[in-house]
């Protein structure tokens, strides 16, 4: 795999239907996105504080990059937020409870952490809702591949790493659930492998999988059909930091799947 060098990014854009996913950039995209965000995390989740101008952003937007959803309208309804290697994790610091004491972030060129991943909450269409997060992390994944990035960190509560798994992403908990301040949200730390998705996906639903590499319009969206394995086991149950990611070559084993934070 070629690895970018550090606070090298490659920006994505493409259409899903009418509805297009590229990075942000610019004053007014970031407008947008710290409002939506503030929606989420600030008003609806209550994950932070209220901000009087309706807008939530924090110190690592200055080295972040934003990719961001639009419908048909133009109006921005997803985003996420990826920061490189070469800077911070808000594991490192802000969710450093999340961690065993034994587990270690990997800080390499081909690991990368997102957060502030979220859909427009005014959305009432739970169909509508489902899709645009398809999609957006349709996104998720075209920036991991166009960076290099193969190991992705997150800290999500358990019912959005139910989602994800549920999705047919493979992600790993490393962490046991843990009640964060201020709002005692039930919340682990996880990270996501490319590289099982990749052995794993084309055999369990390969139009699902030719979709989510396919940004040229040539292919219509593709609901994921998967049912995840461990959809009905306890919410108790995780997988604890065993292993630090060292080695790409790493023996690669079923796992689960995903959350936001």
Partial sequence: M??????????????????????????????????LRHRVFAERLQWVARNPNELEYDTYDAFATSVGLFDGGGELRGVFRM???SFPFMLESEFRACLLPTCQVRKAPD????????????????????????VLFKGVYQWSMHND??????????????AL??????????SP???????????????????????TCPQAQPSFYRWMNVIDGSRSFERSGFCARDSKRGDSE?????????????????????AAA
């Avoid at 798994?165 to 490393?174: K, L, N, Q, V, W």
């Fill in 2 to 35: 070629q690895v970018l060098e550090a606070g090298v990014e490659r920006g994505i854009a493409f259409y899903e239907d009418d509805l297009l996913v590229r990075t942000l950039k610019g004053e007014a995209d970031m407008i947008q996105a710290y409002r």
């Fill in 83 to 85: 920061v490189n290697s």
């Fill in 111 to 134: 690991a990368a952490e997102i957060t502030r991943l979220a859909v427009d909450p005014r959305l009432t269409d739970k169909g509508l809702s489902n899709r645009l997060m398809q």
């Fill in 149 to 162: 990035v193969r190991y992705l960190y997150m800290v999500v509560e358990k019912r959005f790493l139910r």
């Fill in 165 to 174: 798994r549920g999705m047919g992403f493979t992600c790993e908990a490393i």
């Fill in 177 to 199: 659930a843990v009640s964060l301040p201020p709002a005692q949200a039930l919340s682990i730390a996880a990270v996501l492998d490319w590289e099982q998705f990749h052995q």
């Fill in 238 to 258: 995780i997988w604890p930091c065993q292993r630090e990611l060292t080695d790409p070559a790493t023996s690669l084993e079923a796992a689960p799947v995903l």
